[in-house]
């Protein structure tokens, strides 16, 4: 029985590993890097003026609760 166990053993460490090949890691061609490229800039765009518009905000915001401490005292 030990025997058995031993051969079976032996013979599942020797399989080799189910796993993904990565000698290929990345196979796409330049187009995509440049779709991907584009779809990076159209957000960016798009948060720029996102952020500035919530500084533009926030610092309103400040400055109307100043003024109205200042009308307080």
């Known amino acids: ?10 013979i599942l460490f020797a399989v080799p590993a189910f796993a993904v090949d990565t000698t290929q890691t990345y196979s796409s061609g330049i187009l995509v890097l440049l779709f991907v490229g584009f779809c ?10 996102a952020v500035l518009t919530l500084f533009g905000m926030t610092k309103a915001a400040v400055q109307g609760t100043r003024k109205m401490a200042a009308a307080k005292n």
Do not use: D
């Open 1 to 10: 029985m030990k025997a058995i166990i031993t051969t079976l053993s032996l």
């Open 40 to 49: 990076a800039l159209l957000i960016v765009a798009q948060l720029v003026p």
